[in-house]
């Protein structure tokens, strides 16, 4: 703000003249002005009009200066305005007293013009530049918070890893990820793999390791143990940053919690099989499947879906009073068809048939809605879940499942228990339906008009029928609204069923037929049909011609709709594992998506059907496609649609699916319309096709030769289809990558035996020839060297132990994997004693003194066991302190183990080896078990640097780690965590 942008200057002084020039001078400089004459009138003016400034004259009348003041800091709107203090006081104690009450400047009378006009100005300039200030931090402050709050939405966790010094810096939402308390990671890189799940610590460091040293993307999926002992999903991503020579320094990511993802899928497949077992059991129930076989099917599909130990159809019998264990899985012999339960209240079976609903039970041994029954307590159920067996007229029974431990029951789990009681109630009733037509069969030349079924007579030589009440009735119809005539009857057949009821009568009336039965459909009044079950007797004169047929008719139209359904569902169902079943049989991307689009083509009938990949420019490329005969063929084709760009793209990311049933009818871009008639398209049907969370492409259906109304249960088919296809495409590309290290792990191992081989034959024979020549030179010309001939002989006899001792360290190292012996039980007790044997003369050249603690057995390779602790041991003894006896104690702990049995492989235990000897620095942990690395020179400590490399070689071996704790002079503890019951 200049002059001109007219600050408010307050001018607070008694003296009118003083205060008058003031203001006359302010007001010439471009300022605004307002004046008081003392403190109270000053006070009432700041808080109407508010300035920018107050000059403020230090001894007034009324209220002085430094009261005035001290009372405009108490106002908030005033706490940030300057104050200019003008007094006439030049004692330092009045200066003070002034900056006390809160004035920003002072200035002495008499006033000098210049010297205020600057003074002003500066105050000005300086309380701008402060609001400034605060306006910027407050934004920052804000825009911190909404970060914060953005990552805590999101449950994703911003991380960065400084490469050079191997710390980690991370925000508070990602060790809320990790379930671990604020300040856990805080540079700490060991805390952050702890966390990760022991099997997949490799997969992690693997990564790592890929993207600084071959640049490539870090992207990962890993599992968390969580301090609870649960387990959580993490997606991770991360990017490489160089420095300008282009070694990487840092990697900076973000952690995504995925769990909800990663159910889902179990989920989906939990749910697939469930269908395709519905599926099975519908069709074996509209097939006639006996009662009891069908029984007997389902308690075993319940037991093994449900993963339950018990599973039962419990019958109601017809006191009502109990129910029978008709059929079973896991009761004890004999129980079987003779055991019963209470179907009162006071057991489950009876309380859920009173309910008429899902009955799930947590735990029964706390369970307050009921006592049993007995029987479930005999077996030790805990937890349950039972619904009912329905019936039109009454119950038939109940279904359930139990199992011996605390358990709670999902929805889906109860949804799928009810829908294999609705299949066996559907057959239970169908069994009814049949016995009753059967009987109503038996009964059909009885039938009256007072029946509620409709009845007819048709009087074959006039061609007249009687059509009971009821028959009109069941149609729509009033009495009087039907003649008595062939034709009423005739022209009321559906169109389709007519040749099959003239065929139907003609058979009885030949008496191919015993009866004249027949399912058809009837129109009603008002122009909808109804299915009639038609059974009827004719009666034929001497001749043999039939002159008189009674019929009944009974509405079926219920009966026919539910087995439509159920054949609909059943043939979904079954289109759809039958598909999922082929696509997911084949590991090999190009065969699924091959016998995908194949698959798809036949159960939609569609012209076309193709697989297309998102490339990076928003571009796709035709991957898979089937086609009909005499229509363009795209596969392997680069497709561009110029309206295709990053709000579709979007949208696809969201689940999307584009139905478009007339294209010339739709609302489209016209480059999206003149791309479809490139296809031929008249109708097509979009959706995405998901791996890792991320779009991987599209599946679509072409209707080529003309508009199609694609259908509810056609679009969620095709999306089901699609989530089956990302989920084939994530476990063929976790097969190519497994396989891609299978075969590097094969081609390492072979390129190490041959080394193996070279260092035994070809480099140890030469040493062996310098060593034994070198001896002789000694031995034969020793006393006509001089004594730089003898340093010569010494230095090459040397150099040659200290080869062979490099060759035997590197053979040592590549048998830990080439001539690795099968994991026995080992006594690491009796193990330490055979080294401490092996090392009896170190031990007494340097006076050391070996502390040996209890020791565990544990599941491992003998040999490599003892090579282990005797490097270890062996280090303890060499790297001691000059003029101090080494001290080295050998010791052991048990690991605790978590409870959940998902998260712990086995029990884990820690031998430490611990000295007194000089110690090192910590920085270089990673570094000293590398092969070839040396913190001393060889003129301090003899060796070849391959010991600790060969441990950490060992230890990996037996799927454990090692690692160490260390000060300079302070001594070292290495550490080594092995599993006690190791697989080899």
Sequence with gaps: MTNNDSALILVVDDDDLTRMHLCYLMKQAGYQVAEASNGDEALT??????????????????????????????????????????????????????FAVGATDFINKPIQWSVLR???????????????????????????????????AAQMGIWNWDLQTNKITCSDTLEALYGVKEGTFNGNCAAFTNCIHPQERDLVKQASQQAVQKGEDYDIEFRVVLPDGSIRWLASKGVVFYD?????????????????HKQAEETLEVYAKQQAILAEMSQMALSGTDLTTL?????????????????????????????????????????????????????????????????????????????????????????????????????????????????????????FLQAVANILATAIERQRVEEALKKSEERASLAVRGNNDGIWDWNLKTDEVFFSARWKEMLGYEVYEIDNHLDEWIKRIHPDDLTTVRQAIADHFAKTTPFYISEHR??????????????GQAVWDQDGHAIRMTSSHT???????????????????????????????????????????????????????????????????????????????????????????????????????????????????????????????????????FWKNQLWGLL??????????????????????????????????????????????????????????????????PLRKIKTFSERLQTTCGESLNEQGHDYLERMHNAALRMQNLIEDLLTLSRVTTRKQPFVLVNLAQIVQEVLSDLEVSIQQSGGCIEVGKLPIIKADPLQMHQLLQNLIG????????????????????????????????????????DNGIGFEEKYIDRIFNIFQRLHSRKEYEGTGMGLAICRKIVERHHGKITAQSKPGKGAKFIVILAVDSQS
């Design 295 to 415: 029984m007997n099917l389902c308690v075993i599909h319940v037991a093994q879906c449900l993963k339950v130990e018990y599973s039962k159809v419990l019958e109601l019998l017809s006191d009502g009073n109990a129910l029978l264990l008709r059929t079973g899985v896991g009761w004890q012999s004999g129980l079987v068809g003779q055991a019963t339960v209470s179907s009162g209240i006071n057991s489950q079976a009876g309380y859920t048939l009173l309910s008429r609903k899902p009955v799930i039970v947590d735990d029964l041994r706390t369970e307050m809605r009921f006592n049993g029954p007995q029987l479930l307590h005999d077996h030790q159920v805990v937890s349950g879940i039972s619904v009912v067996i329905d019936s039109k007229e009454h119950p038939f029974g109940v279904l359930g499942a139990h199992t011996t431990k605390q358990r709670t029951f999902t929805k889906d789990e109860v949804y």
């Design 700 to 765: 679509i259906a072409h209707q080529c030769a003309h508009p199609r109304q694609w259908t509810n249960w056609e679009i969620e088919l095709l999306r089901q289809l699609a989530d089956q296809i990302g989920i084939a495409l994530a476990q063929s590309f976790i097969l190519e990558k497994e396989t891609r290290q299978r075969q590097e792990l094969a081609r390492s191992n072979e390129e190490l035996q041959q080394f193996a081989f070279i260092a035994s034959h070809d480099l140890k024979e």
């Design 522 to 535: 009837v129109r009603c009044k008002n122009d909808t049909y109804k299915w009639i079950l038609a059974r």
């Design 875 to 914: 280090n303890a003894l060499k790297f001691h302190c000059p003029h101090t006896p080494p001290i080295v104690k050998i010791y052991s702990q048990f690991l605790n183990s978590q409870s959940d049995q998902i998260s712990v492989d086995s029990e884990t235990c820690q031998i430490v080896v611990e």
């Design 244 to 260: 300008a020579s282009g070694m990487a320094v840092r990697i900076s990511g973000v952690d995504i919690d995925i769990t909800k």
């Design 45 to 98: 003016i700041y808080n109407h009009r508010q300035p920018d400034i107050v000059l403020l004259d230090a001894m007034m009348p009324v209220m002085d200066g430094f009261t005035c003041c001290a009372k405009l800091q108490t106002l908030s709107v005033a706490k940030s305005t300057p104050v200019l203090m003008i007094t006439a006081l030049y004692d330092q104690e009045s200066v003070e007293q002034a």
């Design 118 to 152: 600057q003074r002003v100005d500066r105050l000005l300039a300086a309380n701008r530049t402060m609001q400034v200030l605060r306006q910027q931090t407050e934004q920052a402050q804000l825009r911190e918070a909404q970060l914060r709050m953005a990552l805590e």
């Design 555 to 689: 509405d079926i139209t219920e009966r026919k709709l539910a087995h439509a359904e159920l054949e609909r569902q059943n043939m979904r169902s079954q289109l759809f594992a039958d598909i999922t079943l082929k696509i997911r049989k084949s590991l090999q991307i190009d065969k699924i998506l091959q016998t995908s689009v194949t698959e798809v083509q036949k159960l939609l009938h569609a012209d076309r059907v193709l697989i297309l990949r998102l490339k990076s420019d928003y571009s796709f490329m035709v991957m898979q496609e089937a086609v009909v005969p005499g229509l363009p063929i795209f596969v392997g084709q680069l497709i561009k649609d110029p309206c295709f760009g990053e709000d579709y793209i979007q949208q696809y990311r969201q689940g999307r699916i584009s139905t478009i049933n007339d294209i010339e009818q739709a609302n489209i871009q016209p480059c999206h319309l003149e791309l479809l008639r490139q296809f031929g398209v008249k109708a097509n049907l979009v959706v995405p096709i």
